[in-house]
């Protein structure tokens, strides 16, 4: 099996790839096409040609396997294995010129009761220069692009990969928290802000880097109150593999519900007791 899975994060890379070099050619573009989709986000045309160069490749390549991307919707088929695709997480930073965003792909597989479990992720920021990956029983990495990132020859660039854990804090009072905004809360607001004002530190970095920064160490534990599954899928491996635990807000594990709390572990109860009083 990890030969399996080794074939399958490399092939993962090798989209996450495909899809930098499209994304960084479209990113502060002029010409960047921009409208709104029927739940008035916004989408460009960057998210497209990624999401459809990534479908047109795992097409070629691994043609048994299902696929749900964020913009061109479902296909599982009746396979037991599927990819999450999102072209571009953070699509108003994109638009924006803020260089937070990234291309999550993740391999979801079924096993024979219907049980899903993520087994291969990779998050790919370009412009941080930075990418996360891992695989089931592999660890999770993060690599650092050396060189300038917009740079026309990207094969030359160096790349340097290290493997992420997650802190070791274990009181809130000691904690750094991430989280997007205190949109989308509901009930659970007052809660929420009332452990932020517990915590060492806070801060909105908000979107996917919450969560990569959790894995890494840098941050204890991070929350986002309205999700999709494209959203979640590949964060929640890396997050695994680093030894955290990735659950929605009622503390239920894995990227298959509607919101994410990320933590080193340590802090997971007291965080999901808090904001669910």
Request: glycine letters at 8%; proline letters at 4%.
């Amino acid at each position: 099996m990890p030969t399996d899975l080794e074939d399958d994060l490399a092939f993962a890379h090798a989209l996450a790839d495909l899809a930098d070099a499209i994304s960084l050619d479209r990113y502060q573009a002029q010409d960047l096409v921009v409208t709104t989709k029927p739940d008035s986000t916004p989408v460009t045309d960057a998210d497209h040609a990624v999401e459809t160069a990534i479908r047109e490749a795992i097409s070629t390549h691994r043609s048994d396997d299902g696929l749900v991307g964020e913009e061109f919707g479902s296909d599982k088929g009746a396979s037991t294995r599927y990819w999450v695709i999102d072209p571009i997480d953070g699509t108003k930073n994109f638009i924006r010129g803020v260089p937070i965003w990234a291309t999550l792909i993740a391999l979801v597989q079924i096993d024979s009761s219907g049980n899903e479990e993520v087994i291969v992720g990779v998050v790919s920021a370009p412009a941080l220069s930075r990418r996360w990956s891992a695989a089931r029983g592999l660890g999770a990495y993060v690599r650092f692009n050396s060189q300038d990132v917009l740079s026309d020859d990207l094969e030359s660039n160096e790349v340097n990969e290290k493997r992420i854990k997650v802190s070791k804090v274990s009181s809130l009072s000691d904690a750094s928290i991430s989280y997007s905004d205190f949109v989308g809360w509901g009930s659970r607001l007052e809660p929420f802000q009332k452990m932020l004002n517990s915590a060492w530190r806070t801060r909105a970095i908000g979107d996917f880097w919450s969560h990569m920064l959790v894995a890494e160490g840098s941050i204890d534990v991070a929350l986002e109150p309205s999700l999709a599954l494209w959203d979640m899928a590949a964060l929640e491996i890396i997050v695994r593999e680093a030894g955290g635990v990735f659950t929605d807000l009622s503390g239920h594990n894995g990227p298959f519900g509607s919101s994410a709390v990320t933590s080193n572990g340590l802090l997971h109860n007291e965080v999901i007791n808090g904001i669910n009083p």
